[in-house]
């Protein structure tokens, strides 16, 4: 960062790719294709049982997905949201999601989330993925402070959270409405840029 350049001003999220290896985050929205289409491909993802209950993806049909593919192409062109695509490397293959975006954008905090498709659960990938994006934040745009959510029932993500370094920080009480459209307890998690890596 430059000597004239302030942390607000370098709090910006810039469309990025994230090579894990095996698996690769690119970035949501029109210009990405998958196999068998991005559109036909979120509509899927949407429909999953698990997917449906724990995460804000309401998409029902193929507008919305293209909606959506919207919404994510003007968060990366404003600089404030960042949604990725967790593929296989190899092959392009969807896996699932990872996000994270500004709530606080000048003071640097923000909130990072994540969704998986059932045929690659159980891999660590979600906490491989979130550990990515949450460093890629910090080491591009400043973030100091990255919350993680979840409802007090989603155990395998209070497992992504303690795996991934963030620590838990307490319970807030009917705080968020999930797809069973019942507001819920969520634990929170949080990690700061200051926190040893997770790794």
């Known amino acids: ?6 942390s ?5 999220l810039r469309p990025a790719t994230l090579d894990l290896g095996d698996i690769a985050l690119r970035p949501w929205g029109r210009a990405l294709d998958v196999p068998g289409g991005t559109v036909p491909a979120l509509v899927a993802a949407a429909a999953d049982p698990e997917i449906a209950r724990w995460n804000p993806l309401r998409i029902a049909d193929p507008a919305g997905a293209e909606a959506y593919l919207d919404r994510c192409d ?54 491989r993925a979130v550990t990515a994006v949450t460093r890629w934040a910090v080491a591009t745009a400043d973030a100091r402070r990255i919350e993680l959510w979840h409802a007090v029932g989603n155990e395998a993500s209070c497992r992504v959270a303690d795996r991934g370094g963030f ?29 040893p890596d997770a790794g």
């Open 167 to 195: 620590r838990h920080e307490g319970t807030t009480r009917a705080s968020y409405r999930y797809g069973d459209g019942d507001y819920v307890d969520e634990h929170l998690h949080a990690r700061l840029a200051t926190d």
């Open 1 to 6: 960062m430059s000597t004239t350049e302030t």
């Open 74 to 127: 003007t968060g990366w062109a404003e600089g404030r949201a960042a949604a990725f695509a967790i593929t296989d490397a190899l092959d392009g293959t969807l896996h699932g999601n990872a996000f994270l975006g500004w709530t606080d954008q000048p003071d640097g905090i923000a909130t990072v989330g994540y969704w998986l498709l059932p045929t690659v659960r159980g891999r660590g990938l979600a906490t």
């Open 8 to 12: 607000a001003e370098r709090r910006v």
